[in-house]
């Protein structure tokens, strides 16, 4: 990329005046989606120390709870059915039910408004939770509009665990050969009583080459599991698991494990930058982020460099005016930008579309600029 491109981002960032930013603003807001439907909130969801934060009041309308929030304590109450919540701004001490919940992100107040930790809230009212990464997307789905009869609420393949929320990271049905440790994370309909058993089985050529088991007993109280494999037994190619109940099979989870392309390195890029992520052969391939040398410009996503062309999917771009950017990008090799998504202007203004950044200064953008006070214009110049 041409050192141009570092002039074009600095001056875009003159654009507007200064607001404070949430921690991680770097990325761009989660899409949640309850029960199939897309939920629209008022404030985005926000990044803190890996864990989505969304408003207090419209998440627990949208999960049907009835809510009291004790202004002189901060103290949240929340109950749905014989589900009750409760918690306090900045308080990592939480109550499921009467028992005590250590939460790793509290709930907290973000420029003036009181956010909540999402898996959290949804998984303690019996909510099944899945982020994908490739999309961004949280999905929340609850028991009754879902299939329990194997007795298996929801299960999946991991690579790390957080168990002071129950939750897992780094979900994903691909894994790399370099991971300390995957695992099956499962949640039942109902405590355990009995045995549950995860079984692990190498598809060698078809053929399913059991590798592994282990099995816990339950007596009526968990109802959420975690199966350990370790990386000394871990075989290239396709897996499944199987899991269990007093001997039954309720569920078969399918992944694969992979050698890795890419390493995690820091190198230098188009001269002035620093990138920070996963490399290939010299040249940003997978997660990572893109910074300039005076730190005025940032951005975060998944970089690929396709004939000299760096592409960023799912990316963040924040300006030290905190004029941020989220969407998709290429950074051309000619000097060219192109970008498509959504433009929040510290200034309150919205642009939403697509648009270049050309070398001779020029700005074609199609898409719709919406103002601070509501109005829109649709714009289309390309």
């Not at 949208?62 to 701004?89: D, F, P």
């Not at 929801?154 to 050969?177: K, Q």
Request: charged letters at 20%.
């Amino acid at each position: 990329m041409k050192k141009n491109i570092l002039v074009v981002l600095l001056v875009m960032s003159l654009l507007a005046v200064s607001a404070p930013l949430p921690a991680e603003a770097a990325y761009a807001p989660a899409t949640v989606v309850l029960n199939g439907q897309r939920l629209n909130f008022d404030v985005e969801p926000v990044l803190v120390d890996g864990r989505w934060l969304v408003p207090m009041r419209a998440i627990f309308e949208e999960l049907g709870t009835s809510l009291e929030y004790q202004a002189a304590s901060q103290k949240i109450v929340a109950t749905r059915g014989s589900n009750h919540i409760e918690l306090q701004i900045g308080n990592t001490d939480a109550y499921v039910n009467g028992a005590l919940t250590p939460l790793d992100v509290p709930a907290q107040a973000v420029d003036g408004r009181t956010m909540v930790p999402l898996r959290f809230v949804a998984e303690a009212l019996q909510a099944k939770v899945n982020y994908k990464k490739d999309s961004n997307t949280v999905t929340i789905t609850f028991k009754e509009n879902q299939d329990t009869s194997t007795g298996i609420y929801y299960a999946t393949m991991c690579e790390g665990v957080d168990e002071s929320s129950w939750s897992p990271i780094n979900e994903t049905t691909v894994f790399s050969m370099q991971a300390e440790k995957l695992y099956s994370y499962a949640v039942l309909t109902q405590p355990l009583t009995g045995t549950m058993t995860a079984k692990w089985y190498f598809l060698n050529g078809g053929q399913r080459e059991f590798i592994t088991e282990y099995t816990v007993s339950g007596e009526g109280v968990n109802d959420i599991f975690y199966f350990w494999i370790n990386q000394s037994i871990f075989k290239e190619g396709a897996w499944q698991c199987d899991l269990l109940i007093n001997g039954t099979v309720a569920t078969t989870l399918d992944f694969s494990i992979v050698s890795d392309t890419g390493t995690y390195q820091t190198i230098p890029y188009w001269d002035t930058w620093t990138y920070e992520g996963y490399v290939d052969n010299g040249k940003p391939s997978g997660f990572g982020t893109l910074t300039s040398a005076d730190s005025r410009v940032t951005v975060a996503g998944y970089f690929e460099d396709v004939n000299g062309d760096l592409h960023v999917t799912q990316g963040g771009m924040v300006f030290d005016t905190k004029d941020e950017v989220y969407g998709d990008f290429i950074f051309y090799a000619n000097g060219n930008e192109h970008y498509e998504g959504t433009y929040y202007y510290a200034n309150g203004n919205i642009f939403d579309g697509v648009w270049e950044i050309r070398t001779d200064g020029t700005s074609p953008e199609r898409g719709t600029y919406y103002y601070a006070d509501g109005t829109s214009k649709y714009n289309d110049t390309f």
